[in-house]
């Protein structure tokens, strides 16, 4: 019989939140094209800094981008 919820390793990296957008900063630097792009939804106002942390260097730039009740949710990170 199939689970009716997603199972806790979907939903959590057992840490800070950060570990997915972490690995995505070295896996864009090595796989995306010049000018690639990469859109994340992430966890709200409380990850903005942590965000800018991860991907202010010299391979992106990137944009945040607010969700319908006007907080910020999503994030575009282009490949410099």
Do not use: C, H, W
């Not at 939140?17 to 094209?33: E, Q, R, T, V």
């Not at 859109?39 to 903005?48: A, D, S, T």
């Amino acid at each position: 019989m199939g689970r009716l919820y997603d199972p806790l390793n979907a939903l959590t990296d057992y840490d800070n939140g950060l570990i997915f957008y972490k690995y995505f900063s070295d896996f864009g630097i090595k796989n995306l094209s010049e000018k690639g792009y990469m859109l994340f939804e992430f966890g709200g106002q409380n990850q903005v800094n942590d965000l800018k942390n991860i991907f202010n260097n010299k391979n992106y730039s990137y944009t945040f981008f607010d969700d319908f009740n006007n907080k910020p949710r999503f994030i575009l990170i282009k490949k410099l």
